[in-house]
Structure formats: C-alpha cells, structure tokens
T-cell receptor
Framework: DAMVIQNPRYQVTQFGKPVTLSCSQT?????MYWYQQKSSQAPKLLFH???????NEADTPDNFQSRRPNTSFCFLDIRSPGLGDAAMYLC?????????????FGPGTRLLVL | AQSVTQLGSHVSVSEGALVLLRCNYS??????LFWYVQYPNQGLQLLLK??????LVKGINGFEAEFKKSETSFHLTKPSAHMSDAAEYFC????????????FGTGTRLQVTL
C-alpha cells in the first residue's frame, strides 16, 4: 500500500542535542509537509517542500530546518531542542494540485526532550 | 482571510447515539472542506472532503457531512456512535495559494460512553 512512513515513532533527546526526524513516502507526491502538534492542539505547519522548493512558515523558529534529498524522503532537523519542542511531529504529503487536494499523514514521531 | 471554527472542544455521547460535530468556516473563495480523525498517538486520517457537487458527503466509518453555504457550515454526523469512534476530529479548509495547504480548526475530542 502506498503510504507515508515516519521513523522513529518515539524519539528521546537531551536538551540542546541535535535530533533528526525522518519521513518517507511511496505516493510519489510533489509536496511534503512538516507539522508540529502539541497536546490537545491542532497541527501547526512548520514548512513544506514543493518538489525541491523549500517554503518556511513565517513563525517557524530558526531552530527548525528541513532537507529533502529526493522525492521520497524528507528530514526535520532540530538544531538545539528545548523543552518547549517536545511534541508530536507529523509528516504529510499531497500532489500539490490545489486547495481540493488531500493531505496524507504519517503516524507521527513523538519527541521527548529531557 | 480564511478561518475554521469548531464549536465544542469536547463532545460526549452514549454508544448508539447520534454524533454531531460542528464546523463553521470563513472563506473569501469557494471553500474546499475536510474532516480528519486522529486516534491517540496516530497521524491524521481523512474521513471525508467536500470540493464541488453534491453537498452531502459520505465518508469512511459511517460518517457524513453536509455543506451548507448559507450557514457557512460543514457539520460532521454519524447516526449511531461506536466506542471505536472515540478520537480527536479536525475540520480543515483548503487554503488559497499553491501547495494544498490546510487551515485547521482547533479540534473536537469525541468521547463515547457505554
């Protein structure tokens, strides 16, 4: 089945220690998104890639970076995690064909910062 | 500007009772609307979406939603709740611009009791 895969499902890191979260897709979609979701809140878009074009949301902290080496993979790098960065991180994909297109979400990676 | 309002952060129903989750939107262009469900520690899964055409949209797991332009609403219903329906539900609006971005509501947590 075509899908969005996130690894690991749970990640523990130390305060200030860089961490990378991984997302891969078999849908061959043009767009890949990274969301941060804190407890009992809606997902908050951090950035997205449309093909190789990177698009940062205006309020995304500089501490968050992303890489998309090819169509299938996208990485979220947190350079110096703080306690406030503990959250669920969701990856999603879409064809990018317009407002009517569905986003397909991965299962998420829950990040704990000690 | 676009926005989505979900009335009721928590809704509790008895098993077998009607489920009604409310969503109102504001959009300066014809809206494309989505309902997603999120089970604990999981990603978001599409329940249904409205693009154009029939205003009553049927989705997975027995859910449906009706688009009412005059009321700017897209409420989600299910005739008979099941324990497995307990989850967080998000209404979303396809945002203007490229890359199929979404504007999410704040979510409604559905509790189903015996």
């Amino acid at each position: 089945d075509a899908m969005v895969i996130q690894n690991p499902r749970y990640q523990v890191t130390q305060f200030g220690k860089p961490v990378t979260l991984s997302c891969s897709q078999t849908l061959n979609h043009n767009v890949m998104y990274w969301y941060q979701q804190k407890s009992s809140q809606a997902p908050k878009l951090l950035f997205h890639y449309y093909d190789k074009d990177f698009n940062n949301e205006a309020d995304t902290p500089d501490n968050f970076q992303s890489r998309r080496p090819n169509t299938s993979f996208c990485f979220l790098d947190i350079r110096s995690p703080g306690l406030g960065d503990a959250a669920m991180y969701l990856c999603a994909t879409s064809t990018g064909g317009g407002r009517q297109e569905t986003q397909y979400f991965g299962p998420g990676t829950r990040l704990l910062v000690l | 500007a676009q926005s989505v309002t979900q009335l009721g952060s928590h809704v509790s129903v008895s098993e077998g009772a009607l489920v009604l989750l409310r969503c109102n939107y504001s959009s300066s262009v014809p809206p494309y609307l989505f309902w997603y469900v999120q089970y604990p520690n999981q990603g978001l899964q599409l329940l249904l979406k409205y693009t154009t055409g029939a205003t009553l949209v049927k989705g997975i797991n027995g859910f449906e939603a009706e688009f009412k332009k005059s009321e700017t609403s897209f409420h989600l219903t299910k005739p008979s709740a099941h324990m497995s329906d307990a989850a967080e539900y998000f209404c979303a609006l396809g945002a203007t611009g490229t890359a199929s971005k979404l504007t999410f509501g704040t979510g409604t947590r559905l509790q189903v009791t015996l």
